[in-house]
C-alpha cells in the first residue's frame, strides 16, 4: 500500500496556489500529488478523504477560500487521527474501500478477457423494454474499437392522452474493451 508522502499538505498547498479554485477538482489535486511525488496513477485513491482535509486545510491558509467564514468543526485529536489513518491503511491493505489501483477496476480487469472477434462470435442480442415494447440490442463494433451492443429504433407512446413519437438509441460499451487484441 502506498503511504500518503510526509509533505503532501505542504505540497497541495503549492499545487493550490495562485490557481483558480473554481477550475480545480480534488480529483486533479490528487493527480497532481501523484505526478509531483513520481508515484503511478491512483496510487494515492485510498487517500482521498485525508487529500480532501488537507485540500480544504491549503484552501483556508491561503484565504482563497471565499467566503471569508471559519470552519465551526473541532480539531481531531491525534488519537482520532491515527484511528483514521489506522482504518485507512486497513482498507487499503485488504483492497475494500475505494483503493482501485490496488483492486484494478472494472477497465484493468476486463481488458484481456477475450477478443474482439471472440465477442462476436459468442455475444447475442440483448432485449431491452421500454413501455412495454421490446427492443432487439444487437452486439456491435464501435469506431472507437470498444465492443457492446448497440440499437436505434423509433418507438410511440402515450404521453398526456397524445400519442408521440420517440427516436431511441442503446449504447452498451464493454468496459475495458478497446484493448482487446483482434483476434
Known amino acids: 500500500?502506498?503511504?500518503?508522502?510526509a509533505d503532501a499538505a505542504e505540497r497541495i498547498g503549492e499545487i493550490i496556489a495562485g490557481r483558480d479554485l473554481a477550475q480545480m477538482s480534488l480529483k486533479l489535486v490528487r493527480?497532481?500529488?501523484?505526478?509531483?511525488?513520481g508515484l503511478p496513477d491512483g496510487?494515492?485513491?485510498c487517500w482521498r478523504d485525508e487529500i480532501r482535509q488537507l485540500t480544504s486545510?491549503?484552501?483556508?491558509?491561503s484565504g482563497q477560500h471565499g467566503n471569508g467564514s471559519s470552519s465551526s468543526e473541532a480539531e481531531p485529536s491525534p488519537q482520532e487521527k491515527r484511528k483514521v489513518v489506522a482504518d485507512?491503511?486497513?482498507r487499503c491493505r485488504v483492497g475494500g474501500?475505494?483503493?482501485?489501483a490496488a483492486r484494478g477496476g472494472a477497465?484493468?480487469?476486463?481488458?484481456?478477457?477475450?477478443s474482439r472477434k471472440r465477442f462476436s462470435e459468442v455475444a447475442a442480442p440483448i432485449s431491452v423494454k421500454i413501455e412495454g415494447k421490446t427492443i432487439k440490442?444487437?452486439?456491435k463494433r464501435f469506431s472507437t474499437g470498444s465492443s457492446g451492443f448497440y440499437s436505434t429504433q423509433k418507438l410511440s407512446m402515450e404521453l398526456d392522452g397524445h400519442e408521440v413519437m420517440m427516436q431511441v438509441q442503446l449504447s452498451a460499451t464493454v468496459i475495458g474493451s478497446k484493448a482487446w487484441p483482434e483476434e
Open 107 to 114: 477497465k484493468l480487469r476486463q481488458s484481456s478477457i477475450m
Open 1 to 5: 500500500m502506498q503511504k500518503l508522502p
Open 88 to 90: 485507512r491503511e486497513e
Open 97 to 100: 474501500g475505494r483503493d482501485r
Open 43 to 45: 496510487a494515492l485513491e
Open 57 to 61: 486545510d491549503a484552501i483556508v491558509r
Open 31 to 37: 493527480a497532481e500529488l501523484e505526478k509531483r511525488c
Open 137 to 139: 440490442v444487437n452486439p
